[in-house]
């Protein structure tokens, strides 16, 4: 066999995304999906890839569904690529999810309490079967309808609070650091571990938070409470110097509730676990709650032994951007570096071989 | 694509960011300066570090070459080198000599680089501690330090086992004799390159977020001990395409018998030398 040069790598390259596209398309006798179907009929999908991706855009995040078929973390990624050349025109103002308007709110350790227990879109007592009238579709039963509360719902950390049954807030007169302008470095304080949890894989803080459930790290954690809504959003104009509302996020808030004997300093108190996601996304603001509560093991005195309680580890490795580019770089040609290992095992075994012959 | 982008493709401030990163690490010949690293159009692990590093120090009449492996048509290199003819319109060159501006993964031209070039890596893992340490406030605190003495163990413990040591390539070097630095995975055979070279190395890890730098006519040694000084090796064979036998080679199998073709990896290198009417055997090895 002549050996041929390796040429032609643009070609192949333009090849591959016109096979890509037609791929993606799929057969051509089926209507194409419309990224408004995508963005109002896939919401999860769209909501994980508005949180991963760390920018509030429904329609680039079903645009961006689309163009990755329906790969979330690819999907992601072409949300942050985009994001990342944005202008910032201002820093908001925090939220205040006391004042969201609340869809889904419950609480794990009050059997009822103001604002009451609101069960909201989910599908938690649905059972697990395969709804087939979906394949042939027809309109939903129209859902019943409430009034809307008349007063804001308080939150139930701020209920315990009252009593000093819990920590109170770690608030800082500092400006929060911005993960997205400076680099990640240790020691991180607690705002900037939250917002790399924020945008951190669910896949990821699930398992940590699940692993601290079973003894990596145990917390002893209730909710108490988890809530969805949407929440508005300000920013102070400098050259108007008051707030005002530029729009709405939905948001998926959790405060794990959890147990703390108490220290020197503090008498025994309940601690905080805090998860705050875009969208609809329980799953992923209550792993991010356990794994933020894990990993302010350190500061509260307990023992530092398991994975999510490891800042470093934890806030290294959540990122599903960062993770499956290095992942998937090892199938770029490391040819250069394998022939000088197999170089250098080619002359450990002649070595190996030397010793043997010598020793018979 | 150029409309809604900026000239190679990163926004001025972020340019300006990431060359104060430049002239620190500049000014601090081997330290990892930590970097506001940007998300790219092409994923963490691909490059992303030294293309931000590019994109912040070419200009319109900058000559840009980009190899992968030594190569100038690996795809990965293509797609790098098209991502700057597309988004800064600059002319591109598959020659050493000709480039101003060389980008490159895992390996160093064998074409002597000059004063009035800069080569920039792209670095996976800019810290050469990490498999000793794996935590990077410890790692930095060992630099602050020049707390070296874990590597010459790690070489210590592969001499007392194998007789030799057995790191072949990302061959930590010591830098102006004060940091311990990656040089990326370049094979060990090129680290004597790096050794008072006439151009700017530029190193950037992206999804690390650290930039570092070796200015011109800096000494860089590879870590070593008086006994047992570091040899550069390659494959023990003349390139089958251009008879070189001091370049770096490629192994390429050419039959399922154990048949290999052992040709240049810096494909410019070789293709000059054929020019020139140099040949090699064009055959394969005997293994």
Redesign the interface.
């Known amino acids: 066999?002549p050996?041929v040069?390796?040429?032609?790598?643009?070609r192949?390259?333009d090849n591959a995304h016109s096979w890509l596209a037609e791929q993606r398309r799929g057969d051509a006798g089926v209507p194409e999906v419309d990224v408004t179907q995508i963005a109002t009929q896939l919401g999860r999908a769209v909501e994980r890839v508005m949180a991963e991706g760390s920018l509030y855009d429904r329609e680039l995040a079903a645009l961006a569904i689309k163009q990755a078929q329906g790969d979330l973390i690819e999907a992601a990624?072409l949300v942050?690529?985009y994001?990342?050349?944005l202008?910032r025109f201002a820093y908001s103002a925090p939220v205040d999810t006391a004042r969201m308007l609340v869809q889904r709110r419950i609480s794990g350790v009050f059997k009822d309490l103001p604002g009451g227990q609101v069960l909201g879109p989910t599908y938690d007592y649905t059972h697990r079967l395969l709804d087939f009238s979906l394949l042939d579709p027809a309109a939903p039963r129209p859902a019943p309808e409430a009034p809307a509360a008349e007063e804001a719902m308080g939150r139930v950390a701020d209920i315990l609070a009252h009593e000093g049954l819990i920590e109170a807030h770690d608030h800082s007169a500092d400006e929060p650091a911005d993960l997205?302008?400076?680099?990640?470095?240790?020691?991180a304080e607690r705002a900037v571990r939250l917002q790399a949890l924020a945008r951190g894989d669910e896949g990821f803080l699930l398992a940590l938070g699940y692993s601290s459930q079973r003894g990596w790290g145990h917390t002893h954690p209730f909710v108490g409470e988890l809530r969805i809504g949407e929440t508005a959003v300000e920013i102070t104009p400098p050259e108007l110097g008051f707030a005002i509302d530029i729009g709405d996020v939905t948001l998926t808030e959790c405060q794990l509730v959890n147990q703390f004997k108490g220290s020197k300093t503090a008498p025994p108190q309940f601690t905080r676990g805090y998860g705050l996601v875009f969208g609809h996304a329980e799953r992923k603001a209550m792993g991010m709650a356990l794994v933020d509560r894990a990993m302010r093991a350190e500061e509260l005195g307990e023992m530092v032994q398991a994975p999510a309680q490891n800042v470093?580890f934890v806030l290294?490795h959540c990122d599903n951007?960062?993770a499956?580019?290095?992942?998937?770089?090892l199938k770029?040609?490391?040819?250069?570096?394998f022939?000088?290992?197999?170089?250098?095992v080619r002359?450990?075994r002649a070595?190996a071989g030397a010793h043997l012959e010598a020793a018979e | 694509m150029n409309a809604g982008?900026n000239f190679a493709?990163l926004?001025e401030q972020t340019k300006r960011m990431v060359r104060r990163a430049i002239l620190k690490a500049v000014a601090i010949p081997g330290h990892q300066v930590?970097?506001?690293?940007?998300?790219?159009?092409l994923?963490?692990?691909?490059g992303?570090g030294g293309i931000q590093v590019t994109a912040s120090i070419i200009g319109p009449r900058d000559v840009l070459k980009v190899i992968?492996?030594?190569?100038d048509?690996?795809?990965?290199?293509?797609?790098i080198r098209?991502f700057f003819a597309r988004t800064a319109q600059v002319a591109t060159t598959t020659r050493t000599a000709e480039a101003t501006i060389i980008q490159t993964?895992?390996?160093i031209p064998e074409t002597p680089l000059g004063e009035d070039q800069i080569i920039v890596y792209q670095v996976?893992q800019p810290e050469p501690l990490f498999r000793l340490e794996p935590?990077?406030?410890e790692t930095r605190r060992m630099h602050g330090l020049s707390e070296y003495g874990v590597m010459h163990v790690r070489l210590y413990e592969d001499i007392t086992r194998?007789?030799?040591v057995?790191i072949?390539?990302?061959y930590p070097v010591m830098v102006n004799g004060r940091y311990l630095m990656a040089p990326s995975?370049?094979?060990?055979?090129d680290n004597p390159k790096m050794h008072m070279m006439p151009a700017l190395q530029l190193f950037g890890a992206g999804?690390e977020?650290?930039i570092y730098a070796v200015p011109p006519y800096t000494e860089v040694r590879s870590l070593d001990f008086e006994d047992h000084p570091f040899v550069a090796?390659?494959?023990p064979h003349a390139c089958?395409?251009c008879g070189a036998t001091d370049s770096?080679?490629?192994?390429?199998v050419?039959?399922d018998k154990g048949g290999r073709?052992f040709?240049c990896?810096d494909?410019d290198h070789c293709e000059t030398r054929r020019a020139a009417g140099d040949t090699g055997s064009?055959t394969a090895a005997a293994e």
């Not at chain 2, 930590?34 to 159009?41: C, D, I, L, Q, Y």
């Not at chain 2, 770096?248 to 390429?252: N, P």
């Open positions: 066999m050996y040069a390796v040429k032609g790598g643009e192949a390259i990624f942050r690529a994001r990342t050349t202008p997205t302008r400076e680099p990640l470095q240790f020691p470093e290294s951007i960062e499956t580019g290095f992942v998937e770089h770029l040609p490391h040819y250069v570096d022939q000088s290992e197999l170089e250098t002359r450990m070595e | 982008y493709y926004d930590p970097f506001g690293s940007r998300e790219m159009p994923p963490y692990g691909w992303t992968d492996q030594g190569a048509d690996t795809t990965n290199a293509v797609s098209r993964r895992h390996r996976p935590s990077r406030a194998l007789g030799h057995a072949s390539y990302d995975p370049i094979p060990a055979f999804r977020k650290r090796t390659r494959a089958g395409l770096y080679l490629d192994e390429v050419v039959d073709l040709v990896s494909t064009g």
